[in-house]
């Protein structure tokens, strides 16, 4: 008896440690392709402020090594779906990720770390009110006010900051505007036509169309500059591993919402976010002030609010299914007796 019970709690124990070092893994790549993004595009610091190029090189890396594991090793199975599907649904996804990290890797040359973080904390204010616009929310009074308070947090947040730069701020709340638009159209283009991506086939299939989204503003704004700059030379060693722990935390991303919640995702992003702050302050030096903290303190009570709130509707959803289920199987058993039935009076 003893020996099952110890040989549950190893395997429970295992599970616990695989959680949590999936969990510790993802922190920690996350926190270094942020700090690596920072450090190369920084003028203060590696002095290289080329954001699309940088998203350019990201994205031909991790499509070349997607393709790679697709096509090549076949480790990882391709998604069946038609050339219209391909248009109509991948195409307008690639296009909006594109955006979203243009946007967002520029923010790095005007803002700090520390408040880049604070600033993302409106991602699920706009992905709600997203949602709502294309009806994939129902509007709710409560969770709305709730949004405010995330909202008011965040503006705080912004007063408090020491190195407040307008044009930053516009950068990455656009950043933020795009990729909500992109999470609600992967329900509304992929997720209700039974298509669904893991993190290496949605490389695969969506990192070439950024490419070509990207190539666009490229040739207009960045390949002058560089074409002019005859002193750059490209450092392979840097621009390699900063890649290479991109195509990482993609890994990690499909390892840890594989094997682990969505939940557990977003309290992991949560304690990434408190760390890359204390990060940012300590090791960067970036100035955080106490209305900053206060601010943040506030928009991250709300996030938990909303996460907390999700979760409960998940459970909910789930004990609902597992009622129907238990409903039908039931209903199946009565229906087999009531035949068994009939037919031994009918054998009598």
């Not at 076949?74 to 909006?96: C, H, Q, R, T, W």
């Not at 976010?273 to 601010?295: C, E, R």
Request: hydrophobic share 50%.
């Amino acid at each position: 008896m003893s020996s099952g019970g110890s040989s549950l709690s190893d395997g429970v124990i295992k599970k616990i440690v695989l959680s949590y070092t999936y969990v510790a893994i993802w922190i920690f790549l996350s926190f270094t392709v942020i700090v690596y993004n920072k450090y190369i595009l920084d003028r203060k610091m590696y002095n290289w402020p080329f954001p699309i190029s940088l998203t350019m090189i990201h994205m031909t890396f991790c499509s070349s090594l997607a393709f790679v594991l697709v096509k090549i090793l076949k480790l990882v199975e391709p998604v069946s779906m038609s050339k219209e599907v391909y248009l109509s649904s991948v195409v307008p996804i690639g296009a909006l990720y594109a955006f979203s990290l243009w946007l967002s890797n520029s923010a790095y040359i005007y803002l700090s770390v520390s408040f880049i973080q604070m600033l993302k904390a409106l991602m699920p204010v706009a992905v709600y009110s997203i949602g709502v616009m294309f009806k994939k929310e129902n509007f709710k009074g409560e969770t709305m006010a709730n949004m405010m308070s995330i909202s008011v947090g965040v503006a705080i947040a912004a007063y408090g900051e020491a190195k407040f730069d307008a044009w930053g701020v516009t950068l990455q709340l656009g950043a933020v505007a795009f990729e909500a638009t992109r999470l609600v159209m992967i329900q509304i283009l992929l997720t209700s036509k039974g298509i669904s991506f893991n993190p290496i086939t949605s490389l695969y299939y969506v990192a070439p169309c950024c490419l070509v989204f990207l190539s666009v503003p490229w040739i207009l704004v960045e390949y002058p500059v560089l074409r002019d700059s005859s002193s750059f030379h490209l450092d392979w060693f840097i621009f390699g591993t900063n890649s290479l722990c991109a195509f990482a935390l993609n890994l990690a991303v499909f390892l840890l919402v594989g094997k682990t919640s969505a939940l557990t995702m977003n309290v992991a992003g949560v304690v990434k976010d408190w760390l890359l702050i204390a990060f940012s302050w300590s090791v960067i030096k970036d100035t955080v002030t106490p209305i900053n903290l206060f601010g943040y303190g506030l928009a991250f009570l709300g996030v938990a609010y909303y996460n907390h709130c999700k979760l409960q509707a998940l459970k909910a959803k789930d004990a609902q299914k597992k009622t129907a289920q238990a409903d039908d199987e039931q209903g199946r058993l009565l229906e087999e007796r009531d035949g068994d039935g009939r037919r031994n009076d009918n054998q009598s």
